[in-house]
């Protein structure tokens, strides 16, 4: 067996051993180890919640003090009485406020998302595709996040990655791009890690808005590494 095959076989194992609905939860397991962006009493949106690892996870690390709001375009099973699950599209006008009413205190401390697009296997388009579903959510930041909270999104390498990287730069006192041991190597996806946000985000560029705002967002979207490895 290959060293990449093992390593995806383990945490495939540790996830149901561990009850965990995919092994993307060690992903955020490891790191919150790392960068401690959620704690005990946090409010969190997570964003391209199902199947639902990193919502369990997210549910655990606040406690019962704490409140976690999943939304994804298809349904995601409860997950605990301290998180709430919506149904909505990332791309829609009435996301923000359906998130904020969920909250019900305010903005989060700290904003997940875990999203992949549709894949076409054309790498080009489904790297724009992806990257676009994370300027979107830097979009909507100021109105779900928090002064000073943080937040982690996936995103794959590409010609698109640095214009993400450097808007998340001018919104945030701390950007960090990490790769957690339960992700494979090989795979092209990394986790961009904000920390200390400013509230205000550096408006895109009227050329690169997409003309039309429908969701390329995959039901799956917290399993990915190219939605490869999805729990079984």
């Not at 950007?175 to 990394?190: L, W, Y």
Request: glycine share 6%.
């Amino acid at each position: 067996m290959k060293l990449e095959e093992a390593k995806r076989d383990l945490y495939r194992r540790k996830a149901k051993e561990e009850g965990y609905r995919s092994r993307a939860a060690f992903k955020l397991l490891q790191l919150n180890n790392k960068y401690r962006i959620i704690r005990a009493g946090y409010s969190v949106v997570d964003i391209g919640a199902a199947p639902g690892g990193w919502l369990e996870v997210a549910a655990e690390l606040v406690g019962q003090r704490g409140v976690v709001v999943g939304v994804d375009i298809v349904p995601v099973k409860p997950v605990g009485k301290n998180a709430k699950i919506i149904l909505e599209d990332v791309t829609s006008a009435e996301f923000p406020s359906k998130v904020q009413s969920a909250l019900g205190r305010g903005k989060a401390d700290c904003v997940l998302a875990d999203m992949s697009p549709k894949l076409s296997g054309i790498w080009d388009m489904d790297h724009f595709k992806q990257i676009e579903l994370c300027q979107r959510v830097v979009d909507i930041l100021p109105e779900i996040l928090a002064s000073g909270g943080s937040n982690v999104m996936k995103a794959f390498h590409g010609e698109e990655l640095d214009p993400l990287i450097k808007r998340l730069r001018n919104s945030f006192h701390r950007v960090e791009i990490s790769k957690p041991d339960a992700s494979r190597s090989e795979s092209s996806e990394v986790y961009l890690v904000s920390m200390d946000f400013t509230g205000r985000v550096q408006a895109r560029p009227s050329e690169d808005l997409p003309e039309e705002h429908q969701s390329e967002q995959q039901p799956d979207s917290t399993e990915s590494d190219w939605q490869s490895d999805r729990l079984t």
